[in-house]
């Protein structure tokens, strides 16, 4: 099991432990606690079940990449990424998800076994486990699912009565992701130095800087300074077993809740 350091509670926290809400554990999920990029990945099973050919795929992945040899930024990426969806149905998005996900783990080495041993860690000590992705919720929602996750922080398509626009109502990329931890632990009355959070890329950096505890995953250079300079944490980022009946027992569903239901609650905080 992996041991996890303990967060330090604020000289000013009420000595009673038991009256606290419990710590944060936030985790980025592409090559954080998967090991492929979730939104290409998607992106080409949803080609294929919608009858769309291969080509199809050419073109689309070509068009991106030519926005990003012509220096286009992240956010402009993933704005275009996102248009390729619209006009899809949201309810049909979420079953090519769970269609996706059910192929991505038969196929095996889909998750990444330090991240999500702490992940089951922070679950013991009765932590809450929050999402935070650039990904969207058909990807997202079976993910949290089968690791029992509490909520989901992702990017928010724009739709109109259950219809993908192309539009993009959030991205939750770089400080979007950081501006969404705090929000949740203003709203849970949560101090940020009892909280870890959980990173692979500089665009998680944001993030990581948000809370008392950050861990780096994998091995980006710029995570690996600021981890050499601060004294954080590294784990490696290396895939699990092939078979998810390999992992022991299988993490109960999160209830019903979706990144739809997180949405919401937050829209009405």
Same mark, same amino acid.
């Given at each position: ?9 604020s ?6 432990? *038991? ?13 954080t ?9 998607f ?16 073109e ?6 030519t $926005? ?8 402009e ?9 619209? /006009?899809? !149905?949201?309810?049909?998005l ?22 999500v041993a702490? $992940? ?5 000590r009765?932590?809450?486990?929050? $999402? ?13 699912q089968?690791? %029992? ?12 009565? %259950?219809?993908?626009?192309?539009? $993009? ?30 990173? !692979?890329?500089?665009?998680d ?6 809370v %008392?505890?950050?861990?780096?995953? /994998? ?12 004294g ?5 980022? *290396?895939?699990?077993p092939?078979?998810l009946? !390999?992992?022991?027992?299988q =993490?109960? *569903? ?5 990144? =739809?239901?997180?949405?919401? =609650?937050?829209?009405?905080?």
């Amino acid at each position: 099991m992996t041991e996890l350091p303990d967060a330090h509670p604020s000289p000013s926290a009420s000595p009673s432990v *038991s009256s606290a809400p419990p710590a944060v554990a936030f985790f980025d999920v592409d090559e954080t606690l998967i090991s492929v990029n979730s939104m290409s990945r998607f992106l080409r099973h949803h080609l294929r079940v919608a009858g769309r050919s291969r080509p199809a795929l050419d073109e689309a992945v070509r068009g991106l990449r030519t $926005l990003a040899a012509r220096g286009a930024s992240r956010p402009e990426l993933t704005r275009a990424y996102y248009r390729l969806y619209a /006009g899809c !149905d949201a309810r049909e998005l979420a079953a090519q998800g769970r269609a996706w996900f059910a192929e991505e783990t038969r196929a095996g080495d889909l998750f990444l076994t330090a991240t999500v041993a702490a $992940l089951r860690e922070h679950r013991r000590r009765g932590e809450t486990v929050v $999402l935070v992705s650039g990904s969207f919720a058909p990807c997202l929602d079976p993910i949290a699912q089968w690791l %029992g996750a509490d909520e989901v922080l992702c990017a928010r398509p724009e739709s109109v009565e %259950g219809v993908l626009t192309g539009g $993009l109502d959030l991205a939750m990329l770089g400080e979007e992701k950081a501006d969404a931890v705090r929000a949740l632990l203003c709203a849970r009355g949560v101090r940020a130095d009892r909280c870890h959070a959980y990173g !692979d890329h500089a665009s998680d950096l944001a993030m990581l800087r948000a809370v %008392g505890h950050p861990v780096v995953v /994998g091995a980006d250079p710029l995570l690996a300074r600021c981890a050499e300079e601060h004294g954080w944490r590294r784990i490696p980022a *290396s895939a699990g077993p092939r078979s998810l009946r !390999d992992w022991g027992e299988q =993490r109960p *569903s999160i209830e019903g809740r979706t990144s =739809r239901d997180v949405r919401r =609650r937050s829209e009405d905080a």
